[in-house]
Protein backbone atom coordinates (compact mmCIF):
# COMPACT_ATOMS: atom_id res chain seq x y z
CA UNK A 1 0.00 0.00 0.00
CA UNK A 2 3.05 2.03 0.35
CA UNK A 3 5.45 2.65 -2.50
CA UNK A 4 8.39 5.08 -2.27
CA UNK A 5 10.72 6.36 -5.25
CA UNK A 6 13.33 8.54 -5.29
CA UNK A 7 16.42 6.90 -4.22
CA UNK A 8 20.25 6.78 -5.71
CA UNK A 9 23.29 7.58 -5.38
CA UNK A 10 24.45 10.75 -4.82
CA UNK A 11 28.39 12.80 -3.68
CA UNK A 12 28.49 14.33 -0.02
CA UNK A 13 26.91 16.90 -0.01
CA UNK A 14 24.31 16.89 -2.33
CA UNK A 15 20.75 15.87 -2.38
CA UNK A 16 17.65 13.75 -2.92
CA UNK A 17 13.97 14.02 -2.65
CA UNK A 18 12.30 11.02 -2.05
CA UNK A 19 8.54 10.51 -2.41
CA UNK A 20 6.33 7.87 -1.42
CA UNK A 21 2.91 6.98 -2.49
CA UNK A 22 0.08 5.49 -0.15
CA UNK A 23 -2.71 3.47 -1.96
CA UNK A 24 -6.05 5.02 -1.90
CA UNK A 25 -7.91 2.81 0.19
CA UNK A 26 -5.03 3.47 2.58
CA UNK A 27 -4.13 6.99 2.49
CA UNK A 28 -6.75 9.80 4.81
CA UNK A 29 -5.50 13.25 5.39
CA UNK A 30 -7.65 13.69 8.85
CA UNK A 31 -6.92 9.83 10.47
CA UNK A 32 -3.20 8.61 8.49
CA UNK A 33 0.07 9.47 9.98
CA UNK A 34 3.12 8.75 8.28
CA UNK A 35 7.11 8.98 8.04
CA UNK A 36 10.06 7.74 6.89
CA UNK A 37 12.69 5.40 8.61
CA UNK A 38 16.02 4.11 7.72
CA UNK A 39 18.57 1.11 8.42
CA UNK A 40 22.02 1.45 7.40
CA UNK A 41 23.95 -2.29 6.79
CA UNK A 42 23.95 -3.57 10.29
CA UNK A 43 22.24 -1.20 12.12
CA UNK A 44 18.73 -0.65 13.85
CA UNK A 45 15.70 1.07 12.33
CA UNK A 46 15.87 4.53 12.84
CA UNK A 47 13.35 7.12 12.22
CA UNK A 48 13.67 9.96 10.45
CA UNK A 49 10.96 11.43 10.38
CA UNK A 50 7.30 11.79 11.12
CA UNK A 51 4.27 14.10 10.23
CA UNK A 52 0.94 13.12 12.30
CA UNK A 53 -2.65 14.33 11.07
CA UNK A 54 -2.72 17.76 12.94
CA UNK A 55 0.87 18.73 10.86
CA UNK A 56 3.14 18.13 13.87
CA UNK A 57 6.29 17.00 12.78
CA UNK A 58 9.20 15.34 14.41
CA UNK A 59 12.54 14.70 13.08
CA UNK A 60 15.09 12.07 14.32
CA UNK A 61 18.03 13.83 16.61
CA UNK A 62 20.50 13.43 13.09
CA UNK A 63 18.60 15.19 10.63
CA UNK A 64 20.12 19.22 12.05
CA UNK A 65 18.09 20.89 9.82
CA UNK A 66 19.05 18.61 6.63
CA UNK A 67 15.57 17.17 5.72
CA UNK A 68 11.98 18.66 5.23
CA UNK A 69 9.57 15.84 5.52
CA UNK A 70 5.96 16.69 3.65
CA UNK A 71 3.21 15.29 2.03
CA UNK A 72 0.49 16.26 -0.64
CA UNK A 73 -2.76 15.31 0.27
CA UNK A 74 -4.48 15.85 -3.39
CA UNK A 75 -1.35 12.88 -4.75
CA UNK A 76 -1.62 10.85 -1.55
CA UNK A 77 2.01 11.58 -1.43
CA UNK A 78 5.00 11.88 1.24
CA UNK A 79 7.91 13.29 0.44
CA UNK A 80 11.48 13.83 2.22
CA UNK A 81 13.64 16.40 0.98
CA UNK A 82 17.61 15.62 2.08
CA UNK A 83 20.34 18.10 1.70
CA UNK A 84 23.92 18.14 2.50
CA UNK A 85 23.96 14.23 2.79
CA UNK A 86 26.73 12.46 3.89
CA UNK A 87 28.53 8.88 3.73
CA UNK A 88 26.69 8.46 7.25
CA UNK A 89 23.09 8.78 5.84
CA UNK A 90 23.31 5.99 2.97
CA UNK A 91 20.80 3.25 4.14
CA UNK A 92 17.53 1.72 2.95
CA UNK A 93 14.87 4.42 3.53
CA UNK A 94 11.07 3.22 4.27
CA UNK A 95 7.99 4.59 3.92
CA UNK A 96 5.73 3.73 6.98
CA UNK A 97 2.65 4.74 8.31
CA UNK A 98 -0.27 3.62 10.55
CA UNK A 99 -3.32 5.12 12.38
CA UNK A 100 -1.85 5.83 15.40
CA UNK A 101 0.88 8.28 14.93
CA UNK A 102 1.78 6.14 18.68
CA UNK A 103 2.43 3.71 17.14
CA UNK A 104 3.90 5.26 14.42
CA UNK A 105 6.18 7.36 15.94
CA UNK A 106 7.37 3.94 17.78
CA UNK A 107 8.67 2.44 15.09
CA UNK A 108 5.93 -0.03 14.79
CA UNK A 109 3.66 0.59 12.31
CA UNK A 110 1.11 -1.51 10.74
CA UNK A 111 2.39 -0.41 6.94
CA UNK A 112 5.35 -0.22 5.27
CA UNK A 113 6.69 0.43 1.75
CA UNK A 114 9.52 -1.55 0.32
CA UNK A 115 12.19 0.60 0.81
CA UNK A 116 14.36 2.82 -1.53
CA UNK A 117 18.68 2.58 -0.83
CA UNK A 118 20.36 5.90 -0.56
CA UNK A 119 23.73 5.55 -1.17
CA UNK A 120 26.27 8.83 -0.23
CA UNK A 121 29.85 8.24 -1.77
CA UNK A 122 32.03 10.85 0.03
Known amino acids: PLVESGGGSVQAGGSLTLSCVAADYLYSAVTLSMGWFRQGPGEEREKVATIDTSGRIDYGEFVKGRFTISKDNAKKTLYLQMNSLNAEDSAMYYC????????????????WGQGTQVTVSS
Open 96 to 111: AADFSKTRLKAGTPNY
